[in-house]
């Protein structure tokens, strides 16, 4: 259980095109989803929360017209990266909150398996 | 502020000896913890976490970690590591805000 798809596992595109990524909670329902961009040797920063049905939340200095978020359903987020350029080339990683249900329900993120972007 | 540190970057231990990952945090109040565990290229996943009740928690892969609330200290350990463990690792603390906050990581490298 609690697994977390993205799509694409990789992309390439060329500079000034748009690129969407989509992350899926496939056996779970997801109110909250994350947006992490790692670099390489370095540790995930967060870019921006997803909620359900409501306006994305970003971190300070994360441009909002630069990464589009939707979260139309309850297992599926996307994130578009808006003209794209050499420096947005990154590994992005999403998570989704499961909250669990009933008694001793715990909150535990999960994460899928990352998206290469290579902007030529 | 608000921080998770680890403070070894890099771990290198030989393949059957115990490994030890030091993480501590720097929270208010006890945070819930996680260690995830990332191999190159791919995404995280979650080894253990601890929300309350037993300061000893059990993980996949024959991982275990131990809470200790008076050292702020979340340290994760296997007895016996193999080729496979080798990977990068994150102690993460949760936030009022539901947020992770991750350490910085430490990079294991096991050796025949």
């Known amino acids: 259980g609690a697994v977390v798809s993205q799509h694409p596992s990789w992309v390439i595109c060329k500079s000034g095109t748009s690129v969407k990524i989509e992350c899926r909670s496939l056996?779970?329902?997801?109110?909250?989803m994350f947006w992490y961009r790692q670099f390489p040797k370095q540790s995930l920063m967060l870019m921006a929360t997803?909620?359900?049905?409501?306006?994305?939340?970003?971190e300070q200095g994360v441009e909002k017209d630069k990464f589009l978020i939707n979260h139309a359903s309850l297992t599926l987020s996307t994130l578009t990266v808006t003209s794209a350029h050499p420096e947005d080339s990154s590994f992005y990683i999403c998570s989704a909150r499961d909250v669990g249900q009933g008694i001793g329900r715990t909150d535990t993120q999960y994460f899928g398996p990352g998206t290469r972007l290579t902007v030529l | 502020a608000q921080s998770v540190t680890q403070p070894d970057i890099h771990i290198t231990v030989s393949e059957g000896a115990s490994l030890e990952l030091r993480c501590n945090y720097s929270?208010?109040?006890?945070?819930?913890l996680f260690w995830y565990v990332q191999s190159p290229g791919q995404g995280l996943q979650l080894l253990l976490k601890y929300f309350s009740g037993d300061t000893l928690v059990q993980g996949i892969k024959g991982f275990e970690a131990e809470f200790k609330r008076s050292q702020s200290s979340f340290n994760l350990r296997k007895p016996s590591v193999h080729w496979s463990d080798a990977a990068e690792y994150f102690c993460?603390?949760?936030?009022?805000?539901?947020?992770?906050?991750f350490g910085a990581g430490t990079t294991v490298t096991v050796r025949a």
């Open positions: 056996d779970f329902q997801a109110t909250t």
């Open positions: 993460a603390a949760q936030t009022n805000d539901y947020k992770l906050s």
């Open positions: 997803s909620n359900e049905g409501s306006k994305a939340t970003y």
């Open positions: 929270y208010g109040a006890t945070p819930y």
